[in-house]
């Protein structure tokens, strides 16, 4: 039957805990209607049965339908020893857990007994793992299920899981780790921090930025591509052009030239300057004078 089945000399206890739950029933019960203990009882019946046939996970669907009628500490208990049958261990171990506290019905001393030998064996296939972060808040999701707040401790089956950890401004960290039996530590930290987050007013500025070189872009392509002999065409016209302009100033120019008079210097009035005396003047001057001088000498 293999190490998770439970004893055989439990086998006997079991079912006198089942015709007790009968027994201990509405001797008289109304066959039209019966109340949620009455059918809690008779499901956990159906799923011992199934049990004692090793349809384990049968007679799962049976006990925790039971549980819902009824949830006596024997239902708990078997519930989970039949989540044991289905090595189902983190499970199994939560509900015989469960059964050894709970106190509606009170398990006897024997099961409860039986209940703990079996515990010890469940939890040698559990790993009771501590997880850590070397970051103020991150979470971890294991195995696909939901995220949960770190350091966090689970119960996990032997084996290797997948564990993805995030945290605010940090790469994630996906990874798969295996676990082993017993309590351990997993210190899981995200990778190095994000880009600091940019601003909405620069990041509309980038983008519209991003929008215009784009079109810039589509217009380039959508221009139509000049052939190199048309280019130096283009070339050779704007030379020519360059040469007839110039041709053209340098006849303006020359033609300017000779409708302007050329200015020179005017000789200067004698009556601008009163102190210089014609030539001619100053000659007959001079003559007087030797005349004048003559007369004298001769008187």
């Known amino acids: 039957m293999g190490a998770w089945h439970v004893r055989a000399s439990s086998t006997l206890g079991w079912l006198l805990a089942a015709l007790l739950l009968l027994a201990t029933s509405t001797a008289v019960a109304q066959p039209s209607k019966k109340s949620p203990e009455d059918r809690g009882k008779e499901l956990a019946v159906e799923g011992l049965t199934l049990y004692q046939a090793n349809k384990f996970k049968e007679a799962l669907v ?171 065409a283009e070339d050779d016209a704007a030379a020519e052009e360059a040469k007839k302009r110039a041709a053209e100033k340098e006849a303006e120019d020359a033609e300017t030239e000779e409708r302007t008079p050329s200015k020179k210097p005017s000789a200067p009035s004698a009556g601008l300057f009163p102190h210089q005396v014609p030539v001619g003047l100053a000659l007959m001057g001079v003559g007087v004078a030797a005349a004048a001088v003559g007369a004298g000498t001769g008187g």
């Not at 049976?62 to 949830?71: D, L, M, R, V």
């Not at 990874?175 to 530590?185: C, I, N, Q, Y």
């Not at 930025?209 to 810039?216: C, I, L, Q, V």
Request: charged share 35%; proline share 6%.
């Open 62 to 232: 049976k006990f925790e339908e039971a549980e819902t009628h009824y949830p006596t500490a024997q239902v708990l208990r078997m519930k989970g020893y039949a989540l044991v049958g289905m090595q189902r261990w983190v499970e199994a171990a939560e509900s015989i857990e469960g059964a050894l506290k709970n106190e509606l019905k009170p398990l006897m001393p024997a099961d409860a007994e039986d209940a703990e030998d079996q515990l010890k064996d469940v939890l040698s296939h559990v790993a009771t793992v501590t997880i850590k972060a070397a970051v103020p808040i991150a979470t971890v999701r294991v195995d696909g299920g939901g995220a949960r707040e770190l350091p966090q401790t689970l119960r996990l089956n032997v084996g290797s899981h997948r564990f993805v950890v995030e945290a605010k401004n940090r790469e994630t960290l996906d990874s798969l780790h295996d676990v082993v039996a017993g309590p351990s530590t997993l210190t899981l930290t995200p990778g190095i921090s994000k880009a600091k987050p940019i601003d909405k007013v620069t990041r509309k500025i980038d983008d519209d930025e991003e929008a215009e070189s784009k079109r810039g872009d589509d217009e380039e392509r959508r221009r139509p591509k000049k052939d190199p002999d048309d280019k130096e």
